[in-house]
């Protein structure tokens, strides 16, 4: 492997691990931040017939978490194509 390669394939692993960080803090903030310790801020807010801090804890995190597999394999579609690692 010549050290151009190895460098772009580090460059590429580095913008690969910050996707997935960003995507976890995202992920954490929803679930445990706005599902549990923001729910009794939340509780007056009214969302479908509930509050929004249940919402968050029943509904709302698992909605934004499949939203972020969507997001993430587009951004890693984006990414394969920046570093020409892509499928096709």
């Given amino acids: 492997m010549s050290s ?4 772009s394939g580090q460059a590429y692993w580095k913008a690969n691990i910050r996707l997935v960080l960003i995507h976890l803090a995202v992920w954490a903030f929803v679930s445990y931040f706005c599902g549990i310790i923001l729910r009794p801020v939340l509780s007056g807010i009214p969302v479908g017939g509930t509050d929004l801090g249940f ?3 029943q509904q709302g995190s698992m909605i934004v978490f ?3 597999i969507f997001v993430y394999t587009a951004q890693m579609n984006k990414l394969d ?4 690692v892509h499928e096709d």
């Fill in 4 to 7: 151009t390669q190895e460098t």
């Fill in 55 to 57: 919402w968050f804890a």
């Fill in 66 to 68: 499949i939203v972020q």
């Fill in 81 to 84: 194509r920046q570093f020409d």
